[in-house]
């Protein structure tokens, strides 16, 4: 089994974009690597957020950081999806916050760990069936201002609707002077 990667952030529009809601402000969106049921991108994942594997997000945070350079964009920090605080402590990290934490340091950017707040405790969005934009509508609140006029990297684990990198992403862009490019470490069709 193989990771298969994705090379969205070799391309000018990617399949991220067209599920986006959120078009103005967003400069670019790319995923690392396909996701697929039952494959070694699901087990990576699981043995990183559920078995504490934090190896396995250094591993990401690398792969991240090579994949930006690669875009040719210029970025001033990296912003987190966030857990709400419960399930935070329940699982005792966030595996996005590895992940962007070990891509910051290799690309000697800031990290902003406090820009974004989950308010609402959603269940987890992949064991929704239904409308998952409806379930994040006013789940996530800005905590901290961002210096105007950068460029910085929003990053979620995996993008599979949008739902959640749209709700982050509008709430940002509305109430903030930034743009944004987004990026996920897995993409699930």
Not at 68 to 82: F, H, L, N, S
Not at 93 to 111: E, H, M, R, S
Request: hydrophobic letters at 40%; charged letters at 25%.
């Amino acid at each position: 089994m193989d990771l298969t990667p994705t090379y969205f952030n070799l391309l000018d529009e990617t399949p991220l974009e067209q599920k986006m809601a959120v078009k103005r402000g967003i400069k670019q969106s790319f995923a690392l690597y396909y996701f697929e049921s039952t494959g070694l991108m699901e087990k990576l994942l699981y043995a990183l957020k559920y078995q504490g594997n934090k190896e396995i997000g250094h591993f990401f945070g690398r792969k991240l950081a090579t994949a930006m350079v690669a875009t040719k964009e210029d970025y001033d920090g990296i912003i987190w999806v966030p857990l709400h605080v419960k399930r935070r402590r329940k699982r005792g990290f966030n595996q996005v916050d590895i992940i962007g934490k070990t891509a910051a340091k290799a690309l000697g950017i800031p990290y902003y760990d406090a820009v974004l707040v989950r308010t609402k405790n959603t269940p987890p969005l992949s064991k929704v069936n239904g409308e998952r934009s409806a379930i994040l509508e006013n789940a996530f609140e800005i905590k901290q201002q961002l210096p105007v006029g950068k460029h910085y990297l929003l990053l979620d684990d995996i993008f599979t609707t949008g739902a959640t990198l749209n709700a982050c992403a509008s709430l940002l862009l509305e109430e903030t002077a930034i743009s944004l490019s987004i990026a996920s470490v897995a993409y699930r069709n």
